[in-house]
């Protein structure tokens, strides 16, 4: 029996690498055939690790490690519950690259995403030869070490990527078989698109992240819940018992602070943003007039938010800092609409209405100059019957403004902060990888 096979791994993992081996204790482990490699999921609410025997066959022991390694990190950075993004090809390529930055290259399995090394191609099929070297050469071109969110960014903004994920999808709606739909096979014997022979390219990766999406937002909260409580247990357990293996020193930082009760910085932004609403009030026939029913209309109101959001682009704000701030602002347009105004030494008044719901912007740098939070107090004034408050993403490299004649927010870089005393109304949220 195969679990038996994987069993002995899992001891080998008690004695090299304990950290993971006690996230691992918490999980349901199931044999299978229907997905081609691995895979972590849940079930019944209950963490679920997936593999293929036939998979498990062509690694070696060091490689198998990595890969209880890699799904383990999958489950800790909360890849599959509240930090799902879509579309969901596209964030299981973000999410393999931020993973596979912090593993040893030696341990990834073949096929795997690597910032900044190309992929191999010797085994690609002809077919896809040109789409996979221009999704190698993007994957070449990315730094290491940066967050899932950011490699997101990075990955919807590649139209080149985007050209060779099409053409490989439609090549795979065109060569299905010799003509009848869902023989499994592709143009010419033993050139199927993937292992399983179901005509569907199989894209860069190699562990499966499917059955997410199907969770309730509840089950998500539910699940983020149980993980914190089991990576709690696991990281004092390493620190008690000199246990933390191979995890290297910044990985065990980011993680005992991911198990401190400190506030997410982003529902902070999403909090002050949805505090900031606007009753627009209309008239309709549809609602009951309490005091006159039926004769006269009665009220229904829209609330909205209006803010204004400023962005730092000044000198002293780096391009992949600017593309941070983009990555924040992405997830704030799932909740609401916003304005957004570039600045540095002064505000450039050819603002622009991020929409709700709308799709990911360019990060895009449009000044370079010093720092001026008066310009942007000062333009504020200018449009606040416009506007409800305003959060300003910056450094913190400047002189303080003038008290806000509304509501305002400081969103800072990680490890910056604010170059003097702000006003004990302002939020102050710091940022984190």
Request: net charge positive.
């Amino acid at each position: 029996m195969v679990q038996s096979n994987l069993s002995k791994y899992l001891v080998k993992l008690i004695h090299e690498e304990p950290f993971f081996s006690h996230i691992l204790m918490g999980f349901t482990k199931i044999e299978t055939e229907q997905i081609s490699t691995a895979g972590v999921t849940s079930i019944d609410d209950n963490l679920t690790l997936y593999w293929n025997p036939k998979f498990l066959e062509t690694l070696s022991t060091k490689q198998i490690i990595g890969l209880l390694k890699h799904e383990c990190y999958h489950i800790i950075f909360n890849h599959c519950t509240t930090r799902r993004q879509e579309p969901h090809r596209l964030w299981n390529m973000a999410t393999d690259l931020a993973i596979n930055s912090i593993i040893p290259e030696a341990e990834l399995p073949e096929g795997g995403l690597i910032p900044g090394k190309a992929l191999d191609l010797s085994k690609v099929p002809e077919d896809y030869r040109e789409e996979y070297t221009a999704v190698s050469n993007f994957i070449k071109s990315l730094p290491k070490n940066e967050a899932s969110e950011w490699y997101m960014h990075k990955l919807k903004n590649s139209q080149e990527l985007k050209d060779a994920m099409k053409s490989m999808e439609k090549k795979a709606g065109e060569c299905q078989g010799d003509g009848s739909p869902g023989d499994g096979k592709s143009k010419g014997e033993g050139k199927d698109s993937d292992e399983n022979g179901s005509g569907k390219p199989q894209f860069p990766g190699f562990d499966d992240h499917e059955g997410w999406g199907d969770l309730s937002d509840e089950q998500k909260q539910q699940l983020e819940g149980k993980i914190k409580k089991v990576l709690k247990d696991a990281v004092r357990k390493a620190d008690r018992q000199n246990g933390w293996g191979s995890v290297s020193g910044s990985t065990r930082e980011l993680l005992r602070k991911m198990c401190e009760n400190t506030v997410d910085w982003k529902k902070v932004l999403q909090n002050f943003v949805g505090r900031r609403l606007r009753s627009n009030k209309s008239r309709t026939h549809r609602r009951i007039n309490r005091k006159y029913p039926y004769i006269h209309p009665g009220t229904r109101h829209n609330y909205t938010s209006h803010i204004a959001i400023y962005i730092d682009q000044s000198g002293s704000v780096s391009d992949s800092e600017i593309e941070m701030f983009f990555g924040a602002l992405t997830e704030l347009s799932r909740q609401t609409t916003f304005t957004v105004y570039h600045f540095d030494y002064d505000v450039d008044p050819k603002g622009y209405v991020w929409k709700k719901g709308s799709k990911t912007q360019k990060a895009t740098r449009t000044m370079c100059g010093g720092t001026s939070f008066h310009a942007v107090e000062e333009h504020f004034k200018k449009v606040k019957d416009s506007f409800d408050g305003y959060v300003v993403l910056t450094d913190g490299g400047a002189g303080k403004p003038q008290k806000c004649v509304k509501r305002r927010c400081w969103v800072l870089l990680p490890k910056t902060s604010l170059a003097f005393k702000h006003d004990p109304v302002d939020i102050v949220i710091e940022m984190r990888k």
